[in-house]
C-alpha cells in the first residue's frame, strides 16, 4: 500500500485552506494513504478525512527534543511522496521517493491556496475547493440544535475574532440584522467561549429570532451548523474558512489584514476592507449592500 505523509500547517483556517493540496494528492493518489502532521489545535478539521492514515501531532512546546522523537516515528515509514508546507525542511529528514517542499516552489497566484498548491503544481490538475468533512453523527447534532429555529433562511454570524482590531463592533452586527432582516427567518451566532458576551449584545433585542451558539459547540459541530445556514458573515477568523469549505456563501468584513490572500477560498466566498483598514469606520449598511449582492449572485448561481 502507498503512504503519503501530507506536513499542514497549524491554525484551523491555515489547515482549511491546505485541504486543497490534500484533495489533489489524492486524486493523484487515489489508492494512496495519506499520514499527516499538524497540531493539537487543527487536527479536528482532519479528523473525518476518508483517505487519511494516522495523525500525527508536532508539538511546538517539546522543543528539540520533541522534534527528534518526532521524527524518529517518521523514519520508520518508507513514503511514496512527503508534501511539506511547512518551511523547517523537516521532509528532507525523512525516507521518500519523491518530496514537495517550498523551497523553490512558485505560487499559482495571491491567495494562499495558490501558494500551497505551487508546491505540488508539478502533478498538475485543477485547483479544488476546500474540504471539512462532516460525518452522520454531526449532521444530526446541528439539525438537532436547529430544530427551533423558524423557516430556513438563517443567518450565521461569527462576531469574534483573536485580535480586537479585526473584530467588527457588536452594535455594528445588530444594526446589520435589522437591515438584513427581510432576507432572513433568523440568526445563529457562533464562535468561542470568549464570544459569549459579544454575542450576547448582538442577541440582545435583535430583530429576528436568535440562537446563541458560541462557547456551546466544538469545531465540527459548528462546521455542520454552517452547513445549514443560507449565508455565513464574520470576522477575519477561522469560521469564515469552515463556512466556506461546507458550501456556505461567506461574507468576511476585513480591518487590518491581508484579504487578497486570507479570504474564505470558493466562488461564493465575498469579502468588504473597511476604510484604512480600520473596522470602527465600517457601517453596517455598507455591509448590508454587500451581503445583498452576495445573496442575489448565490440564487443565480442556484438557479444555473
Known sequence: MQRILFITLSNIGDVVLTTPVLERLHERYPEAVIDILTDARAREVLEHCPYRGAILLKEKRACWRGLLRLVHTLRRARYEV?????????????RAKRRFTKWRARPLGAHAVEDHMGVIAALGGAIPPTQVWLNDALRDAAATLLAALPGRRWLALGPGANWPPKTWAAERFRELVALAKPSFDAVILLGGPNDRERAALIAEDCALPCLNLCGATNLLQAAAVLARARVFVGNDSGLGHLASAVGTATLTVFGPG?????????????????????????????????????????????RD
Open 258 to 302: 491581508r484579504p487578497l490572500r486570507y479570504h474564505p477560498w470558493g466562488p461564493q466566498s465575498a469579502w468588504i476592507v473597511a476604510a484604512d483598514q480600520n473596522l470602527d469606520s465600517l457601517s453596517a449598511t455598507r455591509v448590508a449592500e454587500q451581503l445583498d449582492t452576495l445573496l442575489e449572485a448565490s440564487a443565480h448561481a442556484r
Open 82 to 94: 512527503i508534501v511539506d508546507l511547512r518551511t523547517d525542511g523537516l521532509a528532507y529528514l525523512l
